[in-house]
Structures are given as C-alpha cells and as structure tokens.
C-alpha cells in the first residue's frame, strides 16, 4: 500500500481544525449567554425572518425532496431608537409575534427568553 498524499493529510488537518474552532466558539457563547443577566426592556417587533434551513447537500435533495426545515428570526428595537437586535426564536414564538407590536423583550445575551406584548406608551 502507497502512504496517502500529503495534499489530503492537510485537508483533513484543516477539516479538523476549523471544525475545532466552531466547537469551541459556540462553546464560549453559550458560557457568555449563561453568564449574562436576564434583561428585559420595552421593545417593538421590527421584523420577522424565517428562512429555509435543509439539512441535505444538493444532491440528496434531487434524489429525495427535503424536509422542510425552518429557521425563524426576529428583530426588535426600542420605540424611542437605538440599534436593532435579532435573535434566533422557536416556531411558537415567532408566530406569536406581530410586526410593530409593543411589549416587554426579555433575553440572557444573545439567547432569546420571551416577549410579552404590551400596551404601547
């Protein structure tokens, strides 16, 4: 038997590695979402994003149709101004949302908690 090509050694090396660092990353926010205090403020819904999110490469979607999978997304804003936030929700919560609708915005970090709609002031 031949040794492997040292092209593919490093693919696979650069594979592992970059794979080693998403791991540690999303391991560092979850931390920083734990860490953080749970903040609610008053907000508006801005908009609502959901988006398509398929877990087959391109070719197992023309042998088999997809499963539909959705991601949904909401971005919020203080009635008064400021910068906008987008957080990541579940299917029930982002069909609880109204566009423009006012209420109390709760999330730990950059994990969404709950919004609970409210009179406008």
Avoid: C, W
């Amino acid at each position: 038997m031949s040794k492997p090509p040292l092209f593919f050694i490093i693919i696979i090396l650069l594979i592992v590695i970059a794979a080693s660092f998403r791991f540690m990353h999303q391991r560092r926010e979850n931390g920083a979402n734990d860490a953080a205090p749970v903040v609610e403020k008053r907000m508006k819904v801005m908009n609502k994003r959901e988006k398509a999110a398929n877990e087959q490469r391109s070719r197992q979607r023309e042998v088999a149709p997809p499963a539909q999978t959705m991601r949904y997304e909401a971005s919020f804003r203080a009635p008064d101004g400021g910068l906008a936030m987008t957080f990541r929700l579940e299917a029930e919560q982002y069909h609880a949302l109204a566009v423009g609708e006012t209420g109390t915005l709760s999330y730990q970090g950059t994990r969404f908690i709950r919004f609970v709609p409210g009179p406008a002031r």
